[in-house]
Nanobody
Framework: QVQLVESGGGLVQSGESLRLSCAAS????????MGWFREVPGKERELVAM???????SYGDSVKGRFAISREGSRSTVYLQMNSLKPEDTAVYYC??????????WGQGTQVIVSS
């Protein structure tokens, strides 16, 4: 069974930084990519950033130039460095793992609150 454990959320002021981590464990067959989505009440879950096992990255338009996704060499942990945070970045951030089958796994979510 695959588990995704997120950490690093919290309360910060506008302009500050946070780093989120997501560690995957379990039997992961043919992983394709990992990344982050975020959700606020009343809106659809949206892409923040994804990174494939080959290292290709993609970002949501609202975070380009401010956020950076990376992974450790084992490919089982991804990080999201969030700089210049804005109040509109306030959301629950979910880690996502996609395999080549494809199968999708989600973490439990971590809250990020940015005060103005």
């Amino acid at each position: 069974q695959v588990q995704l454990v997120e950490s690093g959320g919290g309360l910060v002021q506008s302009g500050e930084s946070l780093r989120l981590s997501c560690a995957a464990s379990g039997s992961i067959f043919s992983p394709y990519g990992m990344g982050w989505f975020r959700e606020v009440p009343g809106k659809e879950r949206e892409l923040v950033a994804m990174i494939t096992t080959q290292g290709s990255t993609s970002y949501g338009d609202s975070v380009k130039g401010r956020f950076a996704i990376s992974r450790e060499g084992s490919r089982s942990t991804v990080y999201l460095q969030m700089n210049s945070l804005k109040p509109e970045d306030t959301a629950v951030y979910y880690c996502k793992l996609v395999t080549a089958r494809p199968t999708v796994y989600w973490g439990q979510g971590t809250q990020v609150i940015v005060s103005s």
